[in-house]
């Protein structure tokens, strides 16, 4: 009877290693999960802030393409969401903000520089966030074989 007792006690003990353990896959791939949710946030913010220095630097090239057209040519410009103003402008330059209250004069074609070295910075930033996120994917996925591996044992 002893040795019967033995052999439950361990059989017992290995199917509570094996929930342990599954539980702990179970809460290694949901931290995965958010940290990977994180990063497709991060991405998908970037790609707005992309998408819109695009299209400022589309209306830079716009800006230096026009001449001396700026002084008499009326444009509309956007000043909010769904509001617009017609305006002739005094001068081609713009006003460049270096920070959240600092803004310094500049051509539009030096403006159009330096949103294009933000680009590239930006393009090195996603792809390193798509990377890691690649690899917590496929973290994920190794996880989830293991816990399917670890529950049909």
């Known amino acids: 009877m002893d040795g ?3 052999e439950e006690n361990t059989d017992n003990t290995g199917a509570g290693n094996r929930e342990e353990e599954l539980q702990k ?6 931290a995965l999960e958010e940290h990977a949710n994180t ?12 998408q819109e220095m695009q299209r400022t630097t589309e209306t830079l090239d716009g800006l230096s393409g026009m001449g001396d057209e700026y002084k008499t040519k009326e444009i509309l410009l956007p000043v909010g969401k ?15 903000g270096i920070t959240d209250n600092v803004f310094i004069e500049r051509t539009p074609e030096d403006a ?3 949103l294009n070295e933000d680009i590239k910075k930006i393009n ?30």
């Open 39 to 50: 990063l497709d946030n991060q991405i998908r913010m970037l790609n707005g802030t992309l």
């Open 124 to 153: 090195t930033i996603m792809k390193n966030l798509k990377k890691k996120h690649s690899e917590i994917i496929n973290k994920i996925s190794a996880l989830n074989e293991y816990g399917e591996q670890l529950a049909h044992q």
């Open 25 to 30: 896959v179970i809460h290694q791939a949901k």
């Open 112 to 114: 159009k520089n330096s």
């Open 4 to 6: 019967k007792n033995k």
């Open 82 to 96: 769904n509001v617009i103003v017609s305006a002739t402008l005094k001068s081609k330059n713009v006003l460049f």
